[in-house]
């Protein structure tokens, strides 16, 4: 049974991102910068969706090896992502699109 994300996981995530760099992060688990919604963390922005499919790997372990889910396992934003983050008391920033 998969297990939901935790806040531990979430910081572990952004851990790992900010060790990285948001370029070489999200590159590197095979996404693109946010479009929608970004995670408000400790006065940084993060790509809401990238930071939630590593932090689920981080919950969801196969081997004992954090298993995060790709770009292209979930959708992201409004359904999944933002309600798992808030269930979390974690501040979510919706981007206006230019001209909107």
């Known amino acids: 049974m998969e297990q939901r994300i935790t806040l531990d996981a979430v910081k572990k995530a952004i851990d790992e991102c900010d ?14 910068r946010s479009t929608r919604y970004l995670l408000e963390y400790d006065k940084n922005d993060y790509a809401s969706k990238a930071i939630y499919g590593v932090a689920y790997g ?8 954090p298993t995060p889910l790709k770009w292209n ?24 699109p230019p001209g909107s």
Do not use: A, C, D
């Not at 060790?19 to 590159?27: A, D, R």
């Not at 981080?58 to 090896?65: E, I, P, T």
């Not at 808030?86 to 919706?94: A, F, H, Q, T, V």
């Open 19 to 32: 060790n990285l760099g948001e370029t070489t992060f999200l590159k590197n688990y095979g996404f693109g």
């Open 58 to 65: 981080h919950v969801n372990l196969k081997k004992g090896k």
């Open 73 to 96: 396992e979930f959708k992201g934003g409004k359904k999944l992502v933002v309600p798992e983050l808030e269930r979390l008391n974690l501040k979510i920033k919706k981007i206006y």
